[in-house]
């Protein structure tokens, strides 16, 4: 009896470890983008006028779109969450595959959006935005480095995402074991935290 007691005692301080340091990686990862905000309100209030003519060269309505996706990807998630919790297995391989498409759909918006501002020479290290002056080069190089960070963050997101879907269709991700679905939940709401964050930011201000 005792020995079941410690084991139990030991598994939920494992979980409670593992879920501690999911958390604080999502601290750190929101202090360097706290860093990357401030020095976007930097550069912006030294260089107005450079930045609002910058920023009508995006794509509001992608920048609503990646929005909206990007909100839909994360209640998928959380559902997917529940019905791993709940037990119901072929409910969280919906919703986890959901995910899966919606946040693809984000990758695809972004790639048009990158390649929009490419093909007129809108790029860090271009002549065309190098002749514009140094406000629009500061734009477009927080831009890019900004919205390439969050999506490398959200295909590391698609990375974890798929390997708890595969664990769920082989029945070893289950309701009682579901630490590794909180985890993935957590790192996927933080992209999409992120997200919020950067859209009014480029695309609003």
Known sequence: MSQSLSMTGSISQKKESTLSGVWLFIFIELLLFAGLFLLYGVYRYKNPVAFNLAADELSITSGVANTIIILFASLFMAYSTIAVKKGNKMAALFWLLGTLFVGFMFLVNRYY?????????????????????????????????????????????????????????????????????EKVGAYWHLATLIWVLVFPLFYLL
């Open 113 to 181: 959006e990158w390649k929009g501002r490419v093909d007129f020479g809108l790029f860090p290290g271009s002549e065309e935005l190098a002749r514009l002056g140094h406000g629009d080069v500061l734009f477009f190089g927080l831009y890019f480095f900004m919205t390439g960070l969050h999506a490398l963050h959200l295909i590391m997101g698609f990375v974890y995402l798929t390997y708890g879907t595969v664990k769920v269709n082989n029945n070893t991700l289950t309701a009682e074991n579901p630490a590794l679905i």
